[in-house]
């Protein structure tokens, strides 16, 4: 990634995560049905206002109702943004009517992919996707009663290719799965150009290339599906990898939907068998934390120990997402990412640590959480890992509370005894924030501090880069020799992002940006 490109997108994040997932989803879902009625209005979409909005009304009825029903009953926390999204999901997914039926095929659907939440469940994890599962069993269902509906797709309409793109591309960007869906579309619009090719053909009639490439890039549904559905966190695997292979599969079944008895594999079937190997990639991934202790390791971070209920796995630099369930959460709800900074080699214990701040209400129910506690980890996630070839040079560059993931990789390098030749530049706002000495000092590779005032005490092999701002020059100096090195940055988007000028230098680049909870 250049060093324009490697700002900008930090810029962007920084924005971005300021927002929860699920408040963003949101926006986006309400701004694209608004953009929905004005396009219905001027007649360029299939379906009329007034059934956008009856059907919105009823879907929003179901999901809301089943979920408070099911919080209810299970005494979980109230979370009306995930049935709103579902809601959402399903109006641009189901075909929007006014008939009676029709709308008792919509509470169907919305009543089905709000149970699958709580029914179809594996250690917190969704096994299929709740609007993509409420989708088929009312395709299904709609065989023997026709009246009922099904799937539709009317948000394939080229009007709308435009804005799902615009938003798709900012959400996927907040999760890092851009790179995830284009893999998808690529293989889906390759795959229904190469069918509908083929159709025409042994039909006997010509091919418009052109004309054909744009039909299926932007009259299809696979802008949609990629970027709402595929990318749902809790139903993707926890590696890149596993990641690409589930994309690559739901876009061949998207792109040439089977018929499996009187209904076809189309793009809802897709998604769910995609998610049934992603589940497969899972099994092992989400675990339950039982809180042994909390500790202070500087003057604003905090350290969490806990044991695991069961064994799991991960790899040195990947996060886990913690659920702490609270009242009245603020937008960015109850879950948080926190990079694991014990090693695998550790387990049963597991440690994260946390910079105290501005008092959000995760933090105030996090600090609140006694040791004997269980808290649920929905799963283990990222590719911040370092090479595997042993012989590659590494420069870790970690501010604040970002050399969390570096501890684990340390430890774990420790514990089996591997050198690597790496560095690590060590940012804080005062010496007195070094956090994870220890660790670090026991892994034995040299150490670059900034910090505004010297460290005393530093160990063999640390140097103190003196009281300036860390800025590219400043980082260019400290590691002359960056060009040799692949680059691993774990910080807040904006000093990335002020680092980008000398990054861009180093023979790779991963980041592991983070806004802030």
């Given amino acids: ?285 989400a675990v339950r934390l039982r809180v042994d202790r909390r500790r202070d390791l500087t003057p604003t971070v905090r350290e969490l120990t806990f044991q695991a209920a069961a064994p799991f796995r991960f790899s040195p630099g990947q996060y886990l997402e913690l659920d702490v369930p609270h009242r009245r959460p603020d937008a960015r709800g109850t879950r948080r990412e926190f990079s694991i900074a014990s090693a695998p080699e550790d387990l049963p214990e597991v440690r994260i640590a946390f910079k105290d701040g501005s008092q959000s209400s995760f933090k105030r129910a996090l600090a609140a959480v006694a040791p004997g506690a269980t808290l649920a980890a929905t799963g283990v996630w990222g590719d911040f890992v370092l090479p595997a070839r042993p012989t590659s040079p590494l420069l870790l560059v970690a501010a604040g509370i970002g050399v969390t993931p570096f501890v684990s990789q340390l430890r774990h390098l420790a514990a089996t005894g591997q050198r690597r030749d790496a560095v690590l530049v060590y940012v804080v706002s005062s010496a007195d924030e070094l956090a994870f000495r220890d660790d670090i000092v026991a892994s034995g590779i040299p150490v670059v501090v900034f910090s505004r005032d010297e460290p005393v005490d530093l160990a063999a092999g640390w140097s103190w880069a003196g009281p300036d701002r860390v800025d590219a020059a400043a980082l260019l100096h400290a590691v002359p020799d960056i060009a040799q090195r692949a680059a691993f940055v774990s910080g807040p988007p904006a000093l990335i992002a002020a680092l980008a000028p000398a990054l861009g230098r180093a023979k790779s680049l991963t980041t592991d940006a983070f806004a802030g909870y």
């Avoid at 795959?191 to 744009?214: E, M």
């Fill in 1 to 285: 990634m250049s060093a324009t490109l490697t700002a900008g997108s930090t810029r962007v994040l920084g924005v971005l995560g300021r927002v929860s997932m699920y408040r963003l989803i949101l926006g986006a879902l309400a701004l694209l049905t608004v953009i929905s009625l004005a396009l219905s209005v001027a007649g360029l979409v299939g379906p009329q206002p007034f059934e956008i909005l009856a059907s919105a009304v009823v879907l929003a009825a179901a999901c809301l109702l089943t979920d408070l029903a099911a919080q209810t009953v299970l005494r979980m926390p109230r979370r009306w943004e995930s049935s709103a999204i579902t809601a959402a999901i399903l109006l641009f997914v189901l075909r929007p009517t006014l008939d009676p039926l029709g709308l008792a095929g919509l509470v169907l659907a919305g009543v089905v992919a709000s149970l699958s939440k709580y029914l179809l469940v594996w250690r917190g994890r969704h096994i299929l996707n709740p609007a993509a599962t409420g989708a088929t069993v009312l395709t299904i269902v709609s065989v023997a009663v026709p009246a009922l509906g099904s799937s539709a797709w009317w948000v394939g309409s080229p009007w709308l290719a435009a804005p799902v793109l615009v938003l798709g591309v900012l959400l996927l960007w907040r999760t890092d799965k851009l790179p995830v869906v284009v893999v998808f579309w690529v293989v889906a619009m390759a795959v229904a150009f190469t069918r509908t090719t083929l159709q025409f053909q042994s039909a006997g009639f010509p091919v418009d290339v052109p004309a054909l490439l744009l039909q299926v890039a932007f009259s299809s549904p696979f802008l949609f599906l990629g970027a709402f559905m595929l990318s749902e966190p809790l139903t993707l695997p926890p590696r890149r990898g596993q990641q690409f292979a589930v994309a690559a599969l739901v876009g061949v079944l998207a792109g040439w939907p089977l018929p499996v008895g009187d209904v076809t594999l189309g793009q809802e079937r897709a998604l769910l068998v995609g998610n049934l190997l992603a589940f497969a990639f899972c099994l092992r991934a």
